[in-house]
Each structure stands twice: as structure tokens, then as C-alpha cells.
């Protein structure tokens, strides 16, 4: 596990944002108990949570994509080191705009949103329907560093519209009358979304 400590350690150095590891052993464990064999994760960056699923999880592949040119390719070259290109697909686009035909999988059993907090419900039309009947979607960072709770307190316009746009998807996701969601006050607040 050293290489991904450094890994995260230089991502954490650089202010690539990637999982904290509390979170992260969260999103392991629940695909472990639910049996999850197949990820598209929205959001790689450099590949760290990727990795660290398929070095923690049986029998696990991951199809994952990335908006940003340097987050890509660093992750293409993690991932190369590790020698896990077998397991994890990625593709370098606009997860809003990418052409789901060109995805290798046509079918999940576990979705991870963990890219631009301000499309979560964008991001969950587009790619929930891909997570076959029984499989999970988990979603990251629902709190904004505890924001969320005092929203008319936040003085920085761009900051207090992002805080909004994820409560408007918290508050949509749970109230969505197809999906049953769990909330884990775990890092910054993650859940975990079921179809009913
Ligand atoms: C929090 S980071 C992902 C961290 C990664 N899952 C991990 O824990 O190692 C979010 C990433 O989503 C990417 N991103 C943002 N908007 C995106 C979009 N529309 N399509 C694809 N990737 C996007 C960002 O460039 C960023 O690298």
C-alpha cells in the first residue's frame, strides 16, 4: 500500500482533490458487501480511487472518466505502473457530454459520482440507468465541509451557489420516490442510493 499512500500524499501536495481515506475504505466496504463487481466512477483525477477499489475489492473492474488533460494522463501513467489497465478503463472527456456508446461496459453494478459537486442530479440522470436493478450509487462530499447546514452564513457568492446546487440534489435524491438513500456522516458526508 506505500506506493498509494504516496500517491494520495502527492495528489493531497499538488491540491488534486482526491478521496479522504476515511471515506474511501466507506466506498470499499459497502461495494464489498454488496458484492459489487463493476464500477463507472465519474470523477478519476489521477486514478488513486480507482486503484485503490480494484487492490481492495475481488473480481473488481472499474470504468472510470476524466475532464481534466494533466488529471488524465497522470492517471493513464499510475495506472500503467501498477499494471492495471486490464482493470480499469479510462476515458478522457466531459462525463456530461461523453457518448455513453463509447463506454466499454454497457452495464454497472455500482456507480461512484465523485466529480463537479454542482451536476451531482445531472451526472445521476445520466448514468444511474447504466447500475443494473439490485446495484448502488454512492455519492461524496454531500456536506461541503458542513456548509450545507448553514448556508445563509456563507459569505462567498460562487461558494453559496455550489452549497445550494448540492442541497437542491440532496434534497431532490431524497425525496425521489424511486430511490431509497442512506446518509453517512462519514469525511464529508456520503450516501449511499438504492432503487426502491
Ligand atoms: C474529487 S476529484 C476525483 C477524485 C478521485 N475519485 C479519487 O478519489 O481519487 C474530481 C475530478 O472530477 C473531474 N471532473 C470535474 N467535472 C468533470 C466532468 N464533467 N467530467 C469528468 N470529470 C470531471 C475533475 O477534473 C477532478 O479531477
Known amino acids: 500500500m506505500k506506493y498509494f499512500d504516496e500517491i494520495e500524499k502527492s495528489a493531497r501536495e ?3 482533490p482526491v478521496m479522504e481515506k476515511e471515506g474511501l475504505e466507506f466506498l470499499i ?12 466512477e465519474i470523477g478519476s483525477a489521477i486514478g488513486y480511487s480507482a486503484m ?14 476524466e475532464l481534466d ?22 476515458h478522457h472527456d466531459d462525463a456530461l457530454t461523453f ?5 466499454k461496459y454497457q452495464e454497472f453494478d455500482c456507480l461512484f459520482i465523485d466529480a463537479a459537486k454542482a451536476q451531482y442530479q445531472k451526472f445521476f440522470e445520466k448514468y444511474m440507468p447504466l447500475v443494473q ?13 458542513g ?17 445550494k446546487k448540492i442541497k437542491r440534489f440532496k434534497d431532490w435524491i431524497f425525496n425521489h420516490e424511486e430511490y431509497q438513500v442512506t446518509y453517512y456522516g462519514i469525511g464529508d458526508g456520503i450516501c449511499v442510493i438504492k432503487r426502491k
Open 52 to 65: 485503490m477499489m480494484i487492490s481492495n475489492i475481488d473480481d473488481f473492474v472499474v470504468e472510470t472518466i
Open 133 to 145: 436493478k439490485n446495484g448502488i450509487c454512492i455519492v461524496d462530499n454531500l456536506d461541503f465541509h
Open 14 to 16: 499538488r491540491n488534486i
Open 99 to 103: 457518448d455513453i456508446n463509447d463506454l
Open 147 to 163: 456548509m450545507i447546514f448553514d448556508i445563509d452564513h456563507i459569505k462567498n457568492r460562487n461558494t453559496k451557489q455550489l452549497v
Open 29 to 40: 466496504q459497502t461495494f464489498n458487501e454488496h458484492q459489487c463487481h463493476r464500477c463507472l
Open 69 to 90: 488533460d494533466a488529471r488524465y494522463l497522470e492517471a493513464i501513467q499510475n495506472i500503467k505502473e501498477q499494471q492495471l489497465e486490464d482493470q480499469i478503463e479510462i
